[in-house]
């Protein structure tokens, strides 16, 4: 299994571009969900879904969109880049289970200018 | 709502030292509890987690023990490394109102020194 799989690793853009996150896991968890990392912060959660078609919003979701069309797969868009979201991305997934541990991707590091 | 309370970083160490990280936690029903590592570079992995009151989580030489009278599942090492230099994130979980979001501290840096 690869587990938890995220790209790119690093990203630089400019105000008001585009782009989109990619998050994949091979666990069939149903569970998937976007943190970003800032600075004395700690991890504030963005959006999450708990099944394929199925997702809703976290702590910190404006200036993002996410989809969830199947299990394995959970974008996370930035629709218009801000500096102010300039940050790591975690994407995690689990089973339902409330005893079950988050498995974290590696994280993308993003730059907005 | 739920949260948790970490002890504020960094942790500065010499290695062998012993190592307490604190944390405090508020939560409706009956939360199980986490503890997450997060190395340089990388995601966070589980470190180690408790269910129930009273029980205790280990996993690499670190211990906490889930205290429902304190409501604190501290972090603790006997004698740590260079290699456990880190962030060290506390987090809970409870199925209550049918919420699937776990909570997660702020996180706790350690710097270990040889």
């Known amino acids: 299994n690869a587990g938890v799989t995220q790209t790119p690793k690093f990203q630089v853009l400019k105000t008001g571009q585009s782009m989109t996150l990619q998050c994949a896991q091979d666990?069939?968890?149903?569970?998937m969900s976007w943190y970003r990392q800032d600075p004395g912060m700690g991890l504030r959660l963005i959006h999450y879904?708990?099944?394929?078609?199925?997702?809703d919003q976290g702590e910190v979701p404006n200036g993002y969109n996410v989809s969830r069309s199947t299990t394995e797969d959970f974008p996370l868009r930035l629709l218009s880049a801000a500096p102010s979201q300039t940050s790591v991305y975690f994407c995690?997934?689990?089973?339902?289970?409330?005893?079950?541990?988050?498995?974290f991707g590696p994280g993308t590091r993003l730059t907005v200018l | 709502g739920d949260s948790v309370t970490q002890m504020e970083g960094p942790v500065t160490l010499s290695e062998e030292a012993f190592l307490t990280i604190n944390c405090t936690y508020t939560?409706?029903?009956?939360?199980?509890l986490f503890w997450y590592v997060q190395y340089p570079g990388e995601g966070l992995q589980l470190l180690l987690k408790?269910?129930?009151?009273?029980d205790k989580g280990s996993n690499k030489g670190f211990e906490a023990t889930y205290r429902k009278e304190t409501t604190s599942f501290h972090l603790e090492k006997g004698s740590v490394q260079v290699s456990d230099s880190a962030v060290y994130f506390c987090?809970?979980?409870?199925?209550?109102?049918?919420?699937?979001?776990?909570?997660f501290g702020r996180g706790t840096s350690l710097i270990v020194h040889p």
């Open positions: 939560a409706t029903g009956y939360p199980s």
């Open positions: 879904s708990v099944g394929a078609g199925i997702t």
């Open positions: 987090a809970l979980k409870t199925e209550a109102g049918g919420s699937y979001i776990p909570t």
């Open positions: 995690a997934s689990r089973r339902y289970s409330e005893n079950n541990e988050q498995f």
């Open positions: 408790a269910t129930k009151a009273d």
């Open positions: 666990m069939n968890h149903e569970y």
